[in-house]
């Protein structure tokens, strides 16, 4: 016969389950899922993920396009396009009305899109602090 150190827990009992606490009436669980992990936040992230992406793509791909172009079409960039100014002066030139289209693009897709979905849910979350502190 071998010699088990570690005693049996086989005959134990079970333990006792937690006391019970009723609810009280006054309580009642939220009808929706707390302001952090709604849905709303994951709509209002991935708006403002795609401004960021659309305004950032928009202001660095004209300037990468414009970097590549001098460094691998210097005959192009040397050419004469309007009035005798050459076409690196005009696309270096240009880099500012596009700089202004990104910004624009931002703050437009700001006030038609993420705007609204940070107002509707600031104003939930500020229905939710007055309905717990009314508890």
């Known amino acids: 016969m071998t010699y088990d150190p570690s005693p049996s827990y086989q005959h134990h009992p079970p333990p006792p389950p937690p006391p019970y606490a009723p609810r009280s009436r006054t309580h009642r669980a939220p009808r929706r899922d707390p302001l952090g992990h709604h849905s709303d936040l994951r709509i209002l992230r991935g708006a403002y993920r795609r401004q960021r992406r659309t305004?950032?793509?928009t202001a660095l791909g004209y300037f990468t396009l414009f970097l590549l172009l001098?460094?691998?079409?210097?005959?192009l960039m040397?050419?004469?396009?309007v009035a005798g100014l050459p076409t690196g002066l005009l696309l270096a030139l240009a880099q500012l009305p596009v700089t202004w289209l990104a910004i624009a693009l931002y703050e437009y897709t700001a006030r038609r899109r993420v705007d609204p979905l940070a107002d509707r849910i600031r104003k939930e979350a500020e229905l939710d602090a007055r309905r717990e502190a009314g508890r």
């Open 55 to 57: 305004a950032t793509l």
């Open 70 to 75: 001098s460094a691998y079409a210097p005959g």
């Open 78 to 81: 040397t050419g004469t396009a």
